[in-house]
């Protein structure tokens, strides 16, 4: 009788584990689907930026969705339909598919020292957004940036000195705190320099690009910024 007991608790237990397992799978399956047409034009910009701040708070947490990347490749494969655009530094510590949840498929990427907006990059935006659907564009910078702390000690170097030029009005118009020098080594100082760096490169965006602008101002499509704080993971969003 108790051998019978325990056998069909046993069983029970494997039942109901396969379920919450196949009931764990399929929440994961809903977050890593891979994007389509129609998934792409269902979700209003709002609803698009959420995705990404959703993402970043899955990253944060440890509980980022397990992909089937291979099979999301061969989906991918005869088309692509990504719902962002995302513009951020080349800094390796900050891998925008991976600190936003994102698969093959779910966002176009432009990376660039200083997370700057020169003309191809904002054409790339412009086919990203009229030419092929996606709804938001987010320009991230980051913490301790060494593109930003480039522009800061006014650093010369070959090509690299277009680039840094490019960060110096966020340089200029940041206001020393008490004790601070213009220093890459105030660390906040830094990082508020960065974070004037995504609102200006935001603001050069809509200049630059008419179609862009248009599409903002009509609502089809959400312009937004973040920092990303290498320490901790976490996106703030700049609206």
Same mark, same amino acid.
């Given at each position: 009788?108790?051998?019978?007991?325990?056998?069909?608790? $046993?069983?029970?237990?494997?039942?109901?584990?396969?379920?919450?397992?196949? @009931?764990?799978? /399929?929440?994961?399956?809903?977050?890593?689907?891979?994007?389509?047409?129609?998934?792409?034009?269902?979700?209003?910009?709002?609803?698009?930026?959420? &995705?990404?701040?959703? /993402?970043?708070?899955?990253?944060?947490?440890?509980? @980022?969705?397990? &992909?089937? =990347?291979?099979?999301?490749?061969?989906?991918?494969?005869?088309?692509? =339909?990504?719902?962002?655009?995302?513009?951020?530094?080349?800094?390796? &510590?900050?891998?925008?598919?991976?600190?936003?949840?994102?698969?093959?498929?779910?966002?176009?990427?432009?990376?660039?020292?200083?997370?700057?907006?020169?003309? !191809?990059?904002? /054409? @790339?935006?412009?086919?990203?957004?009229?030419?092929?659907?996606?709804?938001?564009?987010?320009?991230?910078?980051?913490?301790?940036?060494?593109?930003?702390?480039?522009?800061?000690?006014?650093?010369?170097? *070959?090509?690299?000195?277009?680039?840094?030029?490019?960060?110096?009005?966020?340089?200029?118009?940041?206001?020393?705190? *008490?004790?601070?020098?213009? *220093?890459?080594?105030?660390?906040? =100082?830094?990082?508020?320099?960065?974070?004037?760096?995504?609102?200006?490169?935001? !603001? &050069?965006?809509?200049?630059?690009?008419?179609? $862009?602008?248009?599409?903002?101002?009509?609502?089809?499509?959400?312009?937004?910024?973040?920092? =990303?704080?290498?320490?901790?993971?976490?996106? !703030?969003? $700049?609206?």
């Amino acid at each position: 009788m108790k051998l019978l007991a325990t056998a069909l608790f $046993i069983a029970l237990t494997a039942s109901l584990t396969g379920a919450h397992h196949k @009931s764990s799978e /399929g929440k994961a399956g809903h977050h890593g689907m891979t994007q389509t047409k129609a998934s792409q034009d269902k979700l209003t910009p709002n609803e698009a930026l959420q &995705r990404l701040k959703d /993402g970043n708070a899955r990253f944060v947490k440890g509980m @980022s969705v397990n &992909r089937d =990347y291979i099979a999301q490749a061969k989906t991918t494969a005869s088309g692509q =339909y990504p719902f962002a655009i995302v513009l951020g530094c080349v800094d390796s &510590r900050v891998p925008v598919e991976v600190v936003f949840d994102q698969g093959i498929g779910d966002i176009f990427t432009s990376r660039v020292a200083g997370n700057i907006a020169p003309e !191809d990059v904002v /054409g @790339s935006m412009e086919f990203a957004t009229a030419a092929a659907g996606s709804k938001v564009i987010l320009v991230v910078g980051h913490t301790a940036c060494g593109a930003v702390k480039g522009a800061i000690d006014n650093v010369k170097l *070959s090509k690299l000195t277009g680039l840094l030029d490019q960060i110096q009005p966020a340089v200029k118009a940041t206001d020393l705190h *008490s004790g601070e020098t213009k *220093s890459s080594k105030h660390a906040e =100082y830094v990082d508020r320099v960065a974070h004037n760096n995504v609102k200006m490169t935001m !603001d &050069r965006i809509l200049k630059d690009s008419p179609v $862009i602008a248009d599409m903002v101002k009509s609502g089809k499509v959400v312009l937004a910024g973040g920092m =990303y704080n290498l320490e901790t993971g976490k996106v !703030d969003f $700049i609206n």
